[in-house]
């Protein structure tokens, strides 16, 4: 098997066309159909994806979202969400509940086959330095927890919401630092309150040109 996939949703049919798609591609597909189901399977599966559909009847992907990334044994777990396309509502949510990536209805199989295969290779490379660090703690080798200095915060502005998810995806794992992902029109009035990264990845077509390397933080 390719890795293990859980998909929730509230709608038998959509997630037996999901887990079709996704069989097809050799992957080993469970499936919830509510939120509290998904996140009790999300705990016992330990999978190497989730994919949460915006509605799961008792709650919504988002709060799902958010409750696996607060959980210290789900929180390394790449999570995407399945959004009306065009809904930007939708997709700030899914952002703001900390989700790795977001797909738009309908699904197209082709571009679900690519996403779901980005994410499979952050999410590998997360459980390697996971277990590298975990080795490294029970042979002594690691500093204790207080030695070492709070946790940075990474902000990342994309030309797209896209670009931007697939830039944390592809770093989740790799570091102990908060990487959060912000608007370029939101992100000089975050600063101007206060709200300051210690780093600032922007892309250089932010703008629609080369002005993203020219912003002035």
């Not at 998810?165 to 592809?170: H, S, V």
Request: with cysteine; net charge negative.
């Amino acid at each position: 098997m390719a890795g293990r996939i859980l998909i929730a949703d509230n709608v038998p049919t959509n997630r037996i066309i999901l887990k079709v798609k996704l069989a097809s591609a050799f992957y080993d597909v469970s499936q919830a159909a509510t939120g509290s189901d998904a996140l009790a399977r999300a705990r016992e599966l330990r999978p190497n994806l989730i994919i949460l559909d915006g509605n799961l009847g008792d709650m919504t992907g988002y709060a799902v979202c958010a409750a696996l990334k607060k959980d210290p044994l789900t929180a390394h777990i790449p999570v995407a969400i399945i959004t009306p396309a065009h809904d930007t509502t939708a997709r700030i949510a899914a952002l703001k509940a900390g989700a790795d990536e977001f797909l738009t209805k309908p699904l197209d199989e082709l571009t679900l086959t690519a996403r779901v295969r980005a994410l499979m290779r952050a999410s590998a490379t997360s459980e390697e330095l996971r277990r590298r660090n975990e080795t490294a703690h029970a042979l002594g080798f690691s500093e204790p927890a207080s030695h070492f200095e709070t946790p940075g915060k990474i902000t990342l502005i994309g030309a797209t919401t896209e670009e931007a998810m697939t830039w944390r995806a592809g770093l989740r794992g790799m570091t102990s630092d908060e990487i959060v992902i912000e608007r370029g029109d939101h992100v000089l009035e975050a600063i101007y309150n206060g709200n300051v990264s210690d780093l600032y990845v922007i892309s250089a077509q932010f703008g629609g040109g080369a002005e993203g390397i020219l912003v002035n933080l």
